[in-house]
Antibody, heavy 119, light 107 residues
Framework: QVQLQESGPGLVKSSETLSLTCSVS????????WSWIRQPPGKGLEWIGY???????NYNPSLKSRVTISVDTSKIQFSLKLRSVTAADTAVYYC?????????????WGQGTMVTVSS | DIQMTQSPYTLSVSVGDRVTITCRAS??????LAWYQQKPGKAPKLLIFKASSLESGVPSRFSGSGSGTEFTLTISSLQPDDFATYYC?????????FGQGTKLEIK
């Protein structure tokens, strides 16, 4: 059974770059779409963007200017970079798999990793 | 962006109650809607996809209905494990958006 695990620094300084990795285990990264989603403390969910195993991406316009999602099929992982962070980027960051298609529900989620932006 | 509005924000309920949560989209999303359950400190769990299709392993007391702009999640007989926050999500087109959540509280 496919499992996802996020990893990366839990504390990032304001104006710097947040970098997270999602490792996929128990299955392949190929032929699937993979997303990053975040949730500020006590708030709702925000979709950040997705990547297809081939490298095709789609980003939320609200974050597009600061986001890069990449994939490394050899390491069976994909990554998120969010530049010029502020306190508003403090959140739990989740990686998730799309069921089948790009426009699809998220059927498998990582446990999430809390990232705090400090001044 | 498509705005998703859930109601109510919170719901005080008892074990055994029939629970209905509503989600409205700001424009038609056909039936490209999912429902998730989230417990404190945990990742969301997919319950329903394509508005009414039950995800594998999810108890049959959960059901979804609706199309276009109005959708509902129903729990036929609330169990103790169901106290959580529920989110709807549209995936008609990116950016995919979520409702603000509905929290089920113990009455």
């Amino acid at each position: 059974q496919v499992q996802l695990q996020e990893s990366g620094p839990g504390l990032v300084k304001s104006s710097e770059t947040l970098s997270l990795t999602c490792s996929v285990s128990g299955g392949s990264i190929s032929n699937d779409y993979w997303s990053w989603i975040r949730q500020p403390p006590g708030k709702g969910l925000e979709w950040i963007g997705y990547i297809y195993y081939s490298g095709t991406t789609n980003y939320n316009p609200s974050l597009k200017s600061r986001v890069t999602i990449s994939v490394d099929t050899s390491k069976i992982q994909f990554s998120l970079k969010l530049r010029s962070v502020t306190a508003a980027d403090t959140a739990v960051y989740y990686c998730a798999r799309h069921r089948y298609y790009d426009n699809d529900a998220f059927d498998i989620w990582g446990q999430g990793t809390m990232v705090t932006v400090s001044s | 962006d498509i705005q998703m509005t859930q109601s109510p924000y919170t719901l005080s309920v008892s074990v055994g109650d029939r629970v209905t949560i509503t989600c409205r989209a700001s424009q038609s999303i056909t039936n490209w809607l999912a429902w998730y359950q989230q417990k404190p400190g945990k990742a969301p769990k997919l319950l329903i996809f394509k508005a009414s299709s039950l995800e594998s392993g999810v108890p049959s007391r959960f059901s979804g209905s609706g199309s276009g702009t109005e959708f509902t999640l129903t729990i036929s007989s609330l169990q103790p494990d169901d106290f959580a926050t529920y989110y709807c999500q549209q995936y008609n087109n990116p950016p995919y958006t979520f409702g603000q959540g509905t929290k089920l509280e113990i009455k």
